[in-house]
């Protein structure tokens, strides 16, 4: 069995199982480290710091309001919309604290994708940065969402300070459009309400759901996975065993850039950096370089969490090359695939290799990494502990080391499966607990895994999932479409970037405006194509299905890579 292939090999790995069940929950994890660490900090954001203990206090206030000023129960769930603001550790753990579960999402989402999310999830409660208040206002009124909680981005800041940023947002850079929420609450008014109030701490079983992340597994319409407290307590685990000696606790300061509502960075920064009482800095906009590296010149970081685009993003800043690295032990990667180019550049300018990782929405999502001690880049590394990974072939057989097939793991960290859609489930995880992941992988010899492909259509931009039959729906409703596809291309800066394909019926003029006009006004950022090509016919089967992958091949040729096996 390859377990004991893993345990041979790397007893320090695979072989310190973890135990998942150490803490009962999320709550009881939290109550401890913010005892324990209480008056070390726990997030930074825009120059104001709440430590743990504040974090608890606020967090209580949060779960008060909405125990005695709400109607909701206990397993309601409750959408949670927000950038790396403080507010989002408060309202999370607080609506965990109140027994509910929290859907993450995106706050870039456009009234379309917020309506499918909180209806599938039957979402009772919003909390939503003003900036898309607008949104809420359009869609709320659509939903089961009865309670909408308001912040803005200073809210949590000094009176003087936050008066002046949240002014400047408004009205000079006008970037809260006017909304009409008559029963929304302001976050602030809100824990005013709770403040010194008793909260009823929720006591969930291990097996019970914390979170709905919302993904679309390895292909189709956005599906909420349940993750419950025992997959987030047991990655919680995995992380600091991982860790090892290369971040102590309670004294590690990490730097915060990818979205706390992506799964990859909400079960590092706000799981396990708050196992062990680390230190996260914000970062609101990292898209904002100049303003990004001036936050990062304030602190000595030991930490850095990235994907590929940001990296190259920040080793092309000269303001970042002159940063002062000499407190950095340790950076991960994850999200996407880590061009080496891109890893020998970052260990150039910083002195620090990166360790490339690898998990799924579905894992919670790390499930695989390379040991900082043995890092080799071009890898996922290997399993963390108590993991299990193995590669079959296309009719569910074990392969042996070096052959290429479908990546399956199984673990604690595994998800619970979809939610409302049992026949998703039984597609992705067998009986056994095995999950298929989609992507096609190898185990070397050495016991570290490579991966190859992406099984399904998955097109992967930035770390984000974006599913084509998603686009293509989107495209199908602008008039004048006949047929359309879309597809992933290579790029350097974000991995792979849309290219959509375009029949227009008979007759009828399409321009490349009107395409991107009507992509951008239904589909959030990140999924609006880059390029837009418009043909006679599309490749087909004989049943009229479209050949994405030929597609893909034409494209790989004109760049002069190889076609997809």
Known sequence: MIENFWKDKYPAGIASQINPDEYPNIQAVLKQSCQRFADKPAFSNLGKTLTYGELYELSGAFAAYLQQHTDL????????????????????????????????????????????????????????????????????????????????????????????????????????????????????????????????????????????????????????????????????????????????EGCEILITPLPLYHIYAFTFHCMAMMLIGNHNILISNPRDLPAMVKELSKWKFSGFVGLNTLFVALCNNEDFRRLDFSGLKITLSGGMALQMSVAERWKDVTGCAICEGYGMTETSPVAAVNPAERNQVGTIGIPVPSTLCKIIDDAGNELPLGEVGELCIKGPQVMKGYWQRADATAEILDAEGWLKTGDIALIQQDGYMRIVDRKKDMILVSGFNVYPNELEDVMAALPGVLQCAAIGVPDEKSGEVIKVFIVARPGVTLTREQVMEHMRANVTGYKVPRFVEFRDALPTTNVGKILRRELRDEELKKLGLKKIA
Not at 82 to 93: E, G, K, R
Not at 106 to 117: F, G, I, K, S, V
Not at 129 to 138: G, I, P, T, Y
Not at 148 to 176: C, F, G, W
């Open 73 to 248: 129960q206990p397993g309601d769930r409750i959408a949670v919309q927000l950038p790396n603001v403080l507010q989002y550790p408060v309202a999370v753990f607080g609506a965990m604290r109140a027994g509910l579960i929290v859907v993450n999402t995106n706050p870039l989402y456009t009234a379309r994708e917020m309506e499918h999310q909180f209806n599938d999830s039957g979402a009772k409660a919003l909390v939503c940065l003003a900036n898309m208040a607008h949104l809420a206002e359009k869609v709320v009124p659509k939903t089961s969402v009865k309670h909408v909680v308001v912040t803005e981005v200073a809210d949590l800041l000094p009176p003087v300070k936050r008066l002046l940023i949240n002014s400047v947002i408004k009205y000079v850079k006008k970037m809260v459009p006017a909304y009409n929420l008559p029963t929304a609450v302001r976050f602030n008014d809100a824990l005013a309400k709770g403040r010194g109030k008793p909260v009823k701490e929720a006591a969930p079983a291990s097996d019970d759901v914390a979170v709905l992340q919302y993904t679309g597994g390895t292909t189709g319409v956005a599906k909420g996975a349940m993750l419950t407290h025992r997959n987030l307590v047991a990655n919680m685990l995995q992380c600091r065993a991982l860790m090892g000696s290369n971040l102590s």
